[in-house]
């Protein structure tokens, strides 16, 4: 691995076998038979506070699989809340033309783990709405609970970086006054990884490139430093009305440029290939397919 690249933990499918590891550039040394008896997944992982040792005990080991042989996984199956926060880019508040300020608080949603699908893995478009849409977004991951957690304390209680496409069925967002929820849970709509990054500095949050791009094209583009609300307020804010415990994941919000926002409006259809990338955590990549009912 190029000392460059930071460690990189994977939950993957291989031989019928939901696993975990650890990305290496010539593949995945396998750690599931190591710490199989303590940890069934990354989420216990991250819940016993020890990505570091999981990534150290990788040391030596020669990879198992390559990519090719895999499923890639989501990397938390099973969080107890998986919180979205909409509306968090300057340009993307502009979006919606309503005249108003960017707003004193975040707009929020919670998302079913069921929605999302892994990296390399194809978005699902249903039958009952061509409006598949894309969002690029950065996610954490909690490692350490809490209530009313202090903004100066908030990186203490983050234990991971991840990557979202926080895919939408636009029409279906709009069925409902007060909601988002109906076209946001969608099966297999949207994506999450394609690992978990170790989080140690917030080096690695506070100013980073996030980009969105659609068969190869930009189409959103941003850095973290820009956003409304940042990590620190959000774990603040979120932990003010309920208790955060590990695992638990929140997608931080996405820059202007998803497809409802062009004229005409350009939705994913299969074949597409979507990828969300971010600096130091890596490039989520997904292609769309049509559910087959």
């Given at each position: 691995?190029?000392?460059?690249?930071?460690?990189?933990l994977?939950a993957?499918?291989?031989?019928?076998v939901?696993?975990?590891?650890?990305?290496r550039?010539a593949?995945?040394?396998?750690?599931t038979?190591v710490?199989?008896s303590?940890?069934k997944?990354?989420?216990?992982i991250?819940?016993?506070?020890a990505?570091?040792?999981?990534?150290?005990?990788?040391?030596g080991?020669a990879p198992?699989?390559?990519?090719?042989?895999?499923?890639f996984?989501?990397?938390?199956?099973?969080?107890?809340?998986?919180i979205c926060?909409?509306?968090?880019?300057?340009?993307?508040?502009?979006?919606?033309?309503?005249?108003?300020e960017a707003?004193?608080y975040?707009?929020?949603f919670?998302?079913?783990?069921?929605s999302?699908?892994g990296?390399n893995?194809?978005?699902?478009r249903?039958?009952?709405?061509?409006?598949?849409?894309?969002?690029?977004?950065v996610?954490?991951?909690?490692?350490?609970?809490?209530r009313r957690?202090?903004?100066e304390?908030?990186y203490?209680h983050?234990?991971?970086?991840?990557?979202?496409?926080e895919?939408?069925?636009?029409d279906?967002?709009?069925?409902?006054k007060?909601n988002v929820t109906?076209?946001?849970?969608?099966?297999?709509?949207?994506?999450?990884?394609?690992?978990?990054?170790?989080?140690?500095?917030?080096?690695?949050?506070?100013?980073?490139?996030?980009e969105?791009?659609?068969n190869?094209?930009?189409?959103?583009?941003?850095?973290?430093?820009?956003?409304?609300?940042d990590?620190?307020y959000?774990?603040?804010y979120?932990?003010?009305?309920?208790?955060l415990?590990?695992?638990?994941?929140?997608?931080?919000?996405t820059?202007?440029g998803?497809?409802?926002r062009?004229?005409?409006?350009?939705?994913?259809?299969p074949?597409?290939?979507?990828?969300?990338e971010a600096?130091?955590?890596?490039c989520?990549?997904?292609?769309?397919?049509?559910?087959?009912c």
């Amino acid at each position: 691995m190029d000392q460059n690249t930071p460690p990189r933990l994977v939950a993957f499918r291989a031989d019928g076998v939901d696993r975990y590891g650890v990305m290496r550039d010539a593949g995945i040394v396998d750690l599931t038979p190591v710490f199989g008896s303590r940890f069934k997944g990354l989420q216990q992982i991250v819940e016993a506070g020890a990505l570091d040792e999981v990534i150290a005990a990788a040391e030596g080991r020669a990879p198992t699989f390559n990519e090719a042989e895999v499923e890639f996984l989501i990397p938390i199956a099973a969080p107890e809340k998986l919180i979205c926060i909409g509306v968090n880019f300057p340009d993307r508040n502009a979006e919606y033309k309503d005249g108003q300020e960017a707003p004193p608080y975040p707009s929020m949603f919670i998302r079913f783990p069921r929605s999302f699908t892994g990296h390399n893995q194809p978005l699902i478009r249903p039958p009952e709405s061509p409006q598949l849409d894309y969002e690029g977004e950065v996610a954490i991951v909690i490692g350490k609970g809490g209530r009313r957690i202090a903004r100066e304390d908030a990186y203490d209680h983050i234990a991971a970086l991840t990557l979202c496409n926080e895919g939408t069925i636009r029409d279906w967002v709009r069925h409902a006054k007060f909601n988002v929820t109906q076209g946001k849970n969608w099966d297999r709509s949207g994506a999450i990884g394609p690992w978990l990054v170790p989080f140690h500095d917030g080096a690695q949050l506070d100013d980073i490139a996030l980009e969105t791009r659609v068969n190869g094209e930009i189409r959103q583009q941003d850095r973290t430093g820009r956003m409304i609300f940042d990590f620190r307020y959000i774990v603040n804010y979120v932990s003010t009305f309920t208790t955060l415990v590990p695992g638990d994941v929140i997608v931080c919000g996405t820059p202007t440029g998803a497809g409802a926002r062009f004229d005409p409006p350009i939705w994913l259809k299969p074949g597409d290939v979507i990828e969300v990338e971010a600096e130091g955590i890596g490039c989520l990549r997904n292609t769309v397919e049509d559910e087959r009912c």
